[in-house]
């Protein structure tokens, strides 16, 4: 009975801590993408509204291609408009 009370009280917890992490990381993956998109624009004179694709990023991301760690998709969107996920929540403050 113990345990089962236990295990009642922990799982909502476990879970909530899991979603909130996969938050914050696709958070930081958008930030990433951002501060890509910045530095592309710069090195590039490009204006707001200018279109980049992933493949021109990819220079400037150390690393894979970030992923939602939720199975989420990101939108880079154009210069000066922030990258998006399509899972709610998962948003630049």
Request: proline share 6%; hydrophobic share 40%.
């Amino acid at each position: 009975l113990i345990i089962g009370l236990l295990a009642a009280i922990a799982i909502p917890s476990f879970t909530r801590a899991r979603t909130r992490a996969r938050i914050s990381a696709c958070i930081n993956n958008l930030r990433q993408i951002d501060s890509a998109k910045e530095q592309w624009a710069m090195e590039n004179n490009a204006n707001d509204g200018a279109n980049v694709t992933n493949t021109a990023l990819q220079p400037y991301i150390k690393g894979n291609w970030p992923t939602c760690p939720a199975g989420g998709a990101y939108t880079i969107g154009a210069i000066g408009t922030n990258p998006t996920c399509n899972i709610a929540n998962h948003v630049l403050p």
